[in-house]
């Protein structure tokens, strides 16, 4: 296995212009690459205002607004300008990692296979979930087999969970597959965060149970399961209090449709820890998830967790352990697993405690060290295939 760093070239469709799990996994990950040594540099869209600094160096390519489902906050960039292309040929990548299948990314791994550099390709969102989301579910099967097509370009894909891994194969994804899991910013996300002055400020009383949300408040996080659930639970009289946190262009919606939640907008830093360790219960049930960065930082915090059996979320929540599972879309299961937690604060500390326990196993650098040894990996490969293409 070769001893010497790689150069890496990152292509991502939103690094840091719109804030997300996925591009702060990335920040991450070159964050880490750059400690180790590794020389990255990141190809992607970028905004006037971005969200956050970005890590590393980063190549702006030009690129358009969404035109399609009121989304038009992300952009999406249509191959590689000539501009782009002489600062790729000047870093001379000895690898080239894909984060989205989009465009942009499809325009890399050419570019790869032309010079003969292997390709990586990370999987960071359930893309395939989201026609359902936006009253088209006769997309999913062509978006599937798009998605198979373009995975098999690569050398090696890298899944955060084996449920991803199982999904890809059984699509027809015949890449070697890699886990590379998330980790935990565990200063931030931790029980001893949990503020009752902060919940008052709020609106909650110290006897109130919390229902949580916590994400990007856009549809395909499955903001319309989580108001029917809030529905059921109030025809059934369970006592409760719903607090959001995050911001997006589906919060007005999701106002009307959650009458009477707690709006507490985007929180960052020690705030972001404050506001999720002051919930009771976090409820998950997006079918997008490919991991769930936001239930490992809730269960990190000590919460219970009451997510759907999908992808990511069966591979963090241990059901009837750390918190319980319900069929995708099923709001009389989600309903119930939420009352008995309510119900019972015996129970609620239990899962809690099982949940802080769980989610301490859960380390960025061990997550991060796992791609470079991928990388390595690929290109002890290459001499015996002549070269990625």
């Known amino acids: 296995m070769p001893t010497t760093l790689p150069r890496v070239a990152l292509f991502s469709g939103n690094y ?172 931030r996300f931790q029980p001893s965060r949990r503020s009752l002055e902060w919940r008052r400020s709020m609106g909650i009383e110290d006897g109130d149970v919390a229902i949580g949300f916590l994400g990007r408040l856009v549809k395909e996080k499955g903001l319309a399961i989580f108001a029917e659930v809030l529905a059921e639970l109030r025809s059934r009289g369970v006592p409760h209090k719903v607090l959001v946190i995050g911001k997006g262009p589906a919060r007005d919606w999701f106002a009307a449709q959650a009458p009477g939640a707690i709006f507490a907008g985007f929180q960052s830093g020690d705030d972001l820890g404050r506001a999720v360790a002051s919930m009771d219960v976090f409820f998950n049930p997006s079918l997008t998830e490919t991991f769930g960065n936001v239930t490992t930082e809730a269960m990190a915090a000590g919460i219970p967790v009451v997510a759907a059996r999908a992808t990511g979320a069966v591979d963090l929540v241990v059901d009837g352990e750390t918190g319980f599972l319900a069929p995708p879309d099923d709001r009389v299961a989600y309903a119930d697993a939420i009352e008995r937690i309510v119900a019972d604060p015996v129970l609620r500390e239990r899962l809690g405690r099982a949940s802080f326990a769980r989610a301490a196993g859960y380390r960025w650098d061990a997550a991060n060290s796992a791609v470079l040894t991928a990388y390595r990996e690929v290109l002890d490969d290459v001499p015996s295939r002549g070269g990625a293409s």
Do not use: C
């Not at 296979?113 to 997309?139: C, D, N, Q, W």
């Not at 098999?152 to 890699?178: Q, Y």
């Open 16 to 187: 840091n212009y719109v804030r997300d799990g996925a591009n702060q996994a990335l920040n991450l990950l070159v964050g880490y690459l750059l400690k180790q040594g590794v020389a990255a540099r990141v190809y992607s869209p970028t905004a006037k205002r971005a969200a956050f600094a970005p890590v590393g160096d980063l190549v702006s390519v030009p690129a358009l607004p969404v035109p399609l489902g009121g989304r038009s906050e992300y952009k999406f960039a249509r191959g590689i300008p000539s501009r782009v292309r002489r600062d790729l040929d000047a870093f001379q990548p000895d690898i080239v990692h894909v984060s989205s299948p989009e465009l942009l990314g499809h325009a890399a791994v050419r570019y790869a296979r032309s010079r003969g550099i292997p390709a990586v390709a990370s999987l960071h969102t359930r893309f395939e979930t989201y026609g359902s989301y936006y009253k088209m579910p006769f997309l999913e099967p062509i978006l599937v087999w798009m998605l198979t097509r373009f995975y098999n370009k690569f050398d090696r894909v890298l899944v955060p969970t084996p449920s991803m891994a199982a999904l890809l194969t059984e699509w027809g994804v015949t890449t070697p597959i890699s886990i590379w899991s998330r980790g935990i910013d565990h200063q």
